[in-house]
């Protein structure tokens, strides 16, 4: 009896994939056929079916023409609903996968593609990760199915495995077909709430001071030798000598040499999530700066392109 339970499990896999959910994972595009859809009936449905049964035993017995007709075409309408149920599902293709960012310990929201190629498919439905969606998929073009995954940990995530399932058009049937994405979507790691800024090299002695620059700073007496351009003339005429504008810029800021090796005395862990807010802050700034971990190096750059390249690299660290 220990051995029977696994090889049971086997042959249902082999013979009944999609029922048993164990179907393997699959590259996207993922087409429905009729091989991998089954449908059974609902509890409405059967309840209905025992009230067909009883009308069609009432029409025979007391011989009513009216209400063995009424009977035929209830069984033809149930009938006629099991077929479109199976046909909303067949030939549904699931295609491309979208993702946003997100953090450890937030929600990822993940869409996906459904698309028919020829009629419309109603009332389609996809259980992900214990909640129901529905959509309807229009002829010829895709409609987007919007949902969100938990992201526990950082690094690739997986998409769990999906049940796509209709009861459409009168309810008396489920069709339903599970299908396993080999998609998976991206987790960044979460940046500590506060610690130390990063080393900022030695720099010059002028550093951080104002430089000559096209902002306007102050309004100052007028020196011989002063350059025309920056006399404020209109100023002046309500002034009893000539005033020139003194103009500066801001000092550029440093580039962070944002080193894994600088980061001591932490896990692992906390050293992603040094790293990861000294990326954000740098981000937000507009500051420049470089990443180097054990095995990779990321020279000073700046942008998005730069921001993502650095926090994809943290989140897949082993």
């Given at each position: 009896?220990?051995?029977a339970a696994p090889?049971?499990?086997a ?24 091989r ?15 009230l067909?049964?009883?009308m069609?035993v009432?029409?025979l017995?007391?011989?009513?023409n ?6 035929c075409?209830l069984?033809?309408a ?9 046909r909303?599902l067949?030939?549904?293709?699931v295609?491309?996968?979208?993702a946003?960012?997100a ?7 993940v869409s996906l593609?459904?698309s ?21 998929v229009?002829p010829?073009?895709?409609?987007t199915?919007e949902f969100e ?7 690739w995530?997986p998409l769990?495995?999906?049940r ?7 309810g ?10 080999d998609?998976?979507?991206l987790?960044?790691?979460m940046?500590?709430?506060?610690g ?18 096209d902002?306007?700073a102050?309004?100052?007496e007028?020196r011989?030798g002063?350059p025309?351009?920056h ?9 009893h ?7 500066e810029q801001?000092?550029?800021?440093e580039?962070?040499r944002l080193?894994?090796?600088s ?13 990861a807010r ?5 981000h937000?700034?507009?500051?420049r700066w470089?990443?180097?971990l054990?095995?990779?190096y990321?020279?000073v750059?700046?942008g998005?392109?730069h921001y ?11």
């Amino acid at each position: 009896m220990a051995h029977a339970a696994p090889r049971m499990l086997a042959w249902a896999e082999r013979r009944l994939p999609a029922l048993t959910r164990l179907r393997p994972r699959e590259a996207l595009p993922i087409v429905l056929h009729r091989r991998r859809i089954y449908i059974v009936p609902t509890g409405f449905g059967m309840g209905f079916a025992i009230l067909l049964g009883v009308m069609l035993v009432g029409a025979l017995n007391y011989a009513n023409n009216a209400a063995l007709m009424l009977t035929c075409l209830l069984g033809a309408a149930t009938a006629g609903s099991m077929l479109v149920a199976f046909r909303v599902l067949n030939g549904l293709m699931v295609s491309t996968l979208r993702a946003d960012t997100a953090r450890v310990g937030e929600r990822i929201r993940v869409s996906l593609d459904l698309s028919a190629s020829q009629r419309a498919r109603h009332a389609v439905r996809m259980d992900i990760a214990g909640t129901e969606h529905a959509v309807d998929v229009p002829p010829g073009g895709p409609a987007t199915m919007e949902f969100e995954l938990d992201a526990e940990h950082r690094g690739w995530l997986p998409l769990p495995r999906i049940r796509i399932h209709t009861r459409w058009p009168l309810g008396l049937f489920r069709a339903w077909s599970w299908i396993h994405p080999d998609s998976s979507v991206l987790v960044y790691p979460m940046p500590e709430a506060m610690g130390p800024s990063p080393f900022e090299p030695q720099g010059d002695a002028d550093r951080g001071r104002p430089r000559v620059g096209d902002e306007l700073a102050a309004l100052r007496e007028y020196r011989p030798g002063d350059p025309r351009r920056h006399i404020a003339w209109k100023l002046s005429a309500r002034h009893h000598g000539l005033l020139v504008k003194d103009m500066e810029q801001p000092a550029p800021q440093e580039d962070w040499r944002l080193d894994w090796e600088s980061v001591r005395g932490l896990d692992d862990e906390s050293r992603i999530a040094r790293l990861a807010r000294w990326i954000d802050e740098a981000h937000d700034s507009g500051r420049r700066w470089s990443l180097k971990l054990p095995d990779a190096y990321f020279d000073v750059a700046h942008g998005d392109e730069h921001y993502h390249r650095c926090l994809t690299a943290l989140a897949l660290r082993p």
